[in-house]
């Protein structure tokens, strides 16, 4: 009887720390793993000053303050040119401020406009949307273009930017 008293005791002192094992990586992995960022996919549209509207793609890398990646716009004729994209996040004011620069031209479509994007997430007639102006420039700095870009499904700027402080200014600005 002994025995089964010390081995129930160990038991119990293994699952003890085993527990705290657990809870310590629980509450630490957050802390690690807090600014390493993620990629991100959002798809919307851009609808061009001239009436044309297509659908435009980012897919972004999150790390702190800085985003990289790829912008991809489905053309009439078919073709997905892809351009690289640099820019900031700041989460203070929810914008996202983009520059698309070099092109893909894997496809044979040349791209001769890039934009210039400031999107701004917020929470609108009860939904979150991200949108913004563009404007366009040639790979000389010449304007080729403006616009507007829209997306309108948070499934992922919701993870960038959060929603706590959003819905809290909302309602206060509601008041």
């Known amino acids: 009887m002994?025995?089964?008293?010390v081995l129930y005791s160990i038991n119990l002192h293994q699952l003890i720390a085993g527990i705290r094992i657990f809870l310590m990586c629980f509450l630490l992995f957050p802390v690690l793993t807090y600014g390493q960022g993620g990629v991100?996919?959002?798809?919307?549209?851009?609808?061009?000053?001239?009436?044309?509207?297509?659908?435009?793609?980012?897919?972004?890398?999150?790390?702190?303050?800085?985003?990289?990646?790829?912008s991809q716009t489905k053309l009439f004729d078919g073709t997905e040119p892809k351009t690289t994209v640099t820019g900031t996040l700041n989460k203070k004011n929810n914008s996202l401020k983009l520059k698309e620069s070099s092109a893909d031209n894997a496809e044979g479509h040349s791209i001769s406009c890039f934009a210039s994007v400031s999107l701004y997430y917020k929470f609108d007639n009860g939904r979150y949307v991200m949108n913004g102006p563009f404007k366009g420039t040639d790979e000389f700095g010449m304007y080729c273009g403006e616009g507007f870009i829209l997306f309108d499904d948070p499934g992922e700027f919701k993870s960038i930017f959060g929603t706590d402080s959003l819905q809290a200014r909302a309602y206060r600005d509601n008041q």
Request: glycine share 12%; aromatic share 8%.
């Open 40 to 70: 991100c996919k959002l798809r919307g549209v851009m609808q061009v000053k001239n009436g044309k509207t297509f659908p435009y793609q980012l897919v972004l890398n999150v790390k702190g303050n800085e985003v990289t990646g790829y």
């Open 2 to 5: 002994k025995i089964s008293v």
